[in-house]
């Protein structure tokens, strides 16, 4: 079965620093695409970056230069830098990864971990 393991998170300054990491349960799955979202209160999930197995990425505009995304393939885990943090990216960030189940591909979520940005 496959779970999403997350940690990382909790209260930062604005202008300060977090990583979050994230984990397939088990390393004999295969991943392609795998990333993060945010939810923040009253508003709907969004991007915030991916990376696929072969390292391309994608950022939200909201989080370029700011945020990097990160990926070890041989553990199948992605880590999300996030610095020069604002109130703004307080939110429930939650990780992806599409995983193979011989012909197909399935999308599996994260339970969620909470960042919050606040003085």
């Known amino acids: 079965q496959v779970q999403l393991v997350e940690s990382g998170g909790g209260l930062a300054q604005p202008g300060g620093s977090l990583r979050l990491s994230c984990g397939v349960s088990e390393s004999k799955f295969i991943t392609s695409d795998m990333g993060w979202y945010r939810q923040a209160p009253g508003k709907q999930r969004e991007l915030v970056a991916v990376m696929s197995s072969g390292g391309s990425t994608v950022y939200a505009d909201s989080v370029k230069d700011r945020f990097t995304i990160s990926r070890d393939n041989s553990k199948n885990a992605i880590y999300l830098e996030m610095n020069s943090l604002k109130a703004d990216d307080t939110a429930v960030y939650y990780c992806?990864?599409?995983?193979?189940?011989?012909?197909?591909?399935?999308?599996?979520w994260g339970q969620g971990i909470q960042v919050t940005v606040s003085s």
């Open positions: 992806k990864a599409v995983v193979r189940h011989g012909d197909v591909w399935r999308d599996y």
